[in-house]
């Protein structure tokens, strides 16, 4: 069974406090994406990588970062936590050039 | 205008009913369209994949896109509880280094 695993799905994080969210593939996708989901709002896209080392913004890339270091691993930075990134932050796969992503079961974030 | 409209409901109808879920867009480029389903706590899951203009059918569930209005919609035939969940549309254009654009989703809840 293909899988994305999220290492936490929940984590409480006191403001200022450098984050780490990580995501691990096992199914040899290329691309990678973290989206946000929050009420009213939707699935926001943060940063997505369609190669190892590599990274591109999304809509809402603003206070975080991302690393790539490895093709099955993508990791989401929120260098400085603060309220307003209290959220779902889901995580998803796919190969290259393919729309059908494989996601996550999410990290509930929060943040006080 | 958003590029991806789609009415968060809450929609609430009994076992048995025709469900019928829509999206506008407002992106004529976009290509490829797909509908997601997400349980409560959990990661959303491909459901339904179209590429361009059309119907796709699949057991209970058609798509249908129709470029000329910016419309897309899924219908549930013969709709069960375990139906019930939050319905995403998603739309991507054909275009590398892009990534899916996610309506707000709807809420379905079937009763029995």
């Known amino acids: 069974d293909v899988k994305v695993t999220q290492s936490s799905r929940y984590l409480v994080k006191r403001t200022g406090e450098k984050v780490f969210l990580e995501c691990v593939q096992d199914m040899d996708h290329e691309n990678m994406f973290w989206y946000r989901q929050d009420p009213g709002l939707g699935l926001r896209l943060i940063y997505f990588s369609y190669d190892v080392k590599m990274k591109e913004k999304g809509d809402i890339p603003e206070g975080y970062s991302v690393s790539r270091e490895k093709k099955e691993r993508f990791s989401l930075i929120l260098e400085s936590a603060s309220t307003n990134q209290t959220s779902m932050y889901l995580c998803?796969?796919?190969?290259?050039?393919?729309?059908?992503?494989?996601f996550g079961s999410g990290t509930r974030l929060t943040v006080v | 205008q958003k590029e991806v409209e789609q009415d968060p409901g809450p929609l609430s109808v009994p076992e048995g009913a025709i469900v019928s879920l829509n999206c506008t867009y407002s992106?004529?480029?976009?290509?490829?369209f797909m509908w997601y389903r997400q349980y409560s706590r959990k990661g959303p899951e491909l459901l339904m994949y179209?590429?361009?203009?059309g119907n796709k059918e699949d057991g209970r569930f058609t798509a249908q896109v129709d470029k000329s209005s910016k419309y897309i919609s899924l219908f549930i035939r013969d709709s069960q509880p375990s139906d019930s969940a939050t319905y995403l549309c998603?739309?991507?254009?054909?275009?590398?280094?892009?990534?899916?654009?996610f309506g707000k989703g709807t809420t379905l809840s079937v009763s029995s």
């Open positions: 998603a739309m991507v254009p054909n275009q590398a280094g892009t990534a899916l654009i």
């Open positions: 998803a796969s796919s190969f290259s050039g393919t729309y059908g992503y494989t």
């Open positions: 179209t590429y361009s203009s």
């Open positions: 992106n004529s480029a976009f290509q490829y």
